[in-house]
């Protein structure tokens, strides 16, 4: 399973990197490949290539706030959830996502 | 102050003057006001009501209860001067907005100036909420008995 996502909250500050942080491990701890790409008060870091989205499975937008560059995901399946659901139960969230994908 | 972007060292934004083991505060409005004040004394926060306001206000707009009994209420303020966090930590369970709904003992405060953007301190404030992530790192957050067991576990987790 290959994702990608955005994590990017209110504030920029804190909950964008930790719910980032426990996206990536829980997905590596799944044995998944995942890229995250995070847009926080200092701009946008480890930006997305063309390539990652073009491979990955679906898009997950761990978002609090409207984000830059949401057209990058055309065609994908997106699915949206708070950087408070992604912290809460990250492990739980992909289990979710990719159960309904592969009965999809 | 000239620092090496790939080397810099959690270290530098927790100093002993802006940790409290023992809050007084049984609720949360006080443990802000508490720990604002060591902000203040710091020289960190000029104007200690314009940053509680801009704090609360963050707090109305979504739970900064992290669960496991840690809270990182944040205010990004024209009344900071310095970039920076205070730690707080308490004997007493205060009421807080949670993941989990449970109380909080620690308290992790972040003072964020209004025009830092794309600063070596908001790259430090990132790796504390990265270690926030880390389940052992919270763990042991809860069992610290001195300030230099405390930023200890800060610089050694950031290490790993």
């Known amino acids: 399973m290959k994702i990608v996502g955005i994590a990017a909250c209110t504030s920029g500050i804190a909950h964008t990197y930790i719910a980032r942080e426990k996206v990536m491990k ?29 491979e990955a499975d679906f898009v997950l937008l761990v978002v609090d706030i409207k ?13 949206e959830v708070s950087t408070n659901t992604a ?18 | 102050m000239t620092i090496d972007l790939n080397n810099f060292d959690i270290g530098q934004v927790i100093t002993k003057d802006l940790i409290s083991l023992s809050l007084k505060s049984m609720n949360k409005k006080d443990v802000i006001n508490e720990l ?33 009994g840690v809270a990182i209420p944040h205010g990004k303020s024209i009344a900071v001067k310095n970039t920076t966090i205070a730690i707080g930590i308490s004997k007493n369970d205060i009421q807080w907005e949670s993941l989990d ?11 964020v100036k209004d025009t830092d953007a794309n600063t070596l301190h908001i790259k430090l404030l990132q ?19 001195t300030k230099d067991e405390l930023i200890d576990l800060f610089i050694n987790t950031s290490k790993e």
């Open chain 2, 101 to 111: 709904d449970k109380p909080v003992n620690v308290i992790i405060l972040f003072a």
């Open chain 1, 26 to 54: 829980a997905a590596t701890e799944l044995g998944y490949e995942i890229h995250m790409e995070t847009q926080g008060t200092i701009g946008t870091e480890n930006e997305l290539t063309s390539d990652q989205i073009k």
């Open chain 2, 36 to 68: 604002t004040d060591l902000l203040v004394k710091h020289g960190d926060v000029e104007n200690k009501q314009k940053f509680v306001d801009d704090v609360l206000a963050r707090e109305k707009e979504g739970m900064t209860g992290l669960g496991e």
């Open chain 2, 127 to 145: 790796k504390v909420a990265i270690l926030l992530a880390n389940e052992d790192f919270i763990k042991n957050l809860h069992t610290v008995q």
């Open chain 1, 87 to 104: 912290i809460k139960a990250p492990k739980k969230l992909l289990e979710a996502v990719v159960t309904k994908i592969q009965n999809a």
């Open chain 1, 67 to 79: 984000i830059g560059g949401r057209d990058r995901f055309k065609g994908k399946r997106v699915v």
